[in-house]
């Protein structure tokens, strides 16, 4: 069945260490998104990608960076992770070619749990 | 005040309960989202509306858009319904170069069904 998969799911990591969370999909789709959800916050958008090319910053992208290796992957990158960068972090993709109401439609990953010590 | 507000934040109910779960939102939309999270973490979507009234099996979600305003129903609570539901709506924005919509995320209302 055509999924968003993520590595890993669980990790534990210290400060000042550079930590790759992994995203892959089988949807086919262009556009994907790293979010991340905090205890009592809503998910919030901290890079997308239209498309190989097109990636752009969302709303908390400052001490992460992505890389679109190909429309199937999409990687977030804590290059010295610090402990309010603990949450946890799901990948989502979505299909601009949608139409209707589908085109909103956004399908998330399982998320990983990261800690930082 | 977050744009988009879910209320009750907790919730307790018996099984077997009627249970409602509202949002209300300020922004202009293009669609509400009713999305549900199990312990685990997983993301699933339940419902996206415009317009009216969806059921699926026992839940049932509706939408008010004159009063910025949606109800996520279930009837006939069961234990297996514990989880987080998370309200979102898509909005046109300029953060995508106004080409586009963004997802903005309620802070999810938690359930617990007990037996």
């Known amino acids: 069945d055509a999924d968003v998969t993520q590595t890993p799911r669980n990790r534990i990591t210290k400060t000042g260490k550079r930590i790759m969370l992994e995203c892959s999909q089988t949807?086919?789709?262009?556009?994907m998104y790293w979010y991340r959800q905090d205890p009592g916050l809503g998910l919030r958008l901290i890079y997308y990608s239209f498309d190989v090319k097109d990636i752009n910053k969302g709303e908390i992208s400052d001490g992460y960076s992505v890389s679109r290796q190909a429309q199937a992957k999409f990687s977030l990158s804590l290059e010295s992770a610090i402990p309010n960068q603990t949450a946890l972090y799901f990948c989502?993709?979505?299909?601009?070619?949608?139409?209707?109401?589908?085109?909103?439609?956004?399908?998330f990953g399982p998320g990983t749990r990261l800690t930082v010590l | 005040k977050n744009e988009v507000e879910q209320s009750p934040q907790n919730l307790t109910a018996q099984e077997g309960e009627f249970i409602t779960i509202n949002c209300s939102y300020s922004?202009?939309?293009?669609?509400l989202h009713w999305l549900q999270q199990h312990p685990g973490g997983g993301i699933v979507s339940l419902f996206m509306?415009?317009?009216g009234k969806k059921k699926h099996g026992r839940l049932i979600a509706t939408i008010n858009i004159q009063e910025k305003h949606s109800s996520l129903h279930i009837t006939a609570s069961h234990p297996r319904d514990s989880a987080v539901y998370i309200c979102?709506?898509?909005?046109?924005?300029?953060?995508?170069?106004?080409?586009?919509?963004?997802?903005?995320f309620g802070t999810g209302t938690l359930l617990a069904v007990q037996p």
């Open positions: 979102a709506v898509s909005a046109p924005t300029a953060l995508y170069g106004g080409a586009t919509n963004k997802l903005i």
């Open positions: 949807k086919g789709h262009d556009r």
């Open positions: 922004v202009g939309i293009s669609a």
């Open positions: 509306l415009s317009s």
């Open positions: 989502a993709t979505s299909d601009p070619h949608s139409q209707g109401v589908k085109y909103n439609e956004q399908f």
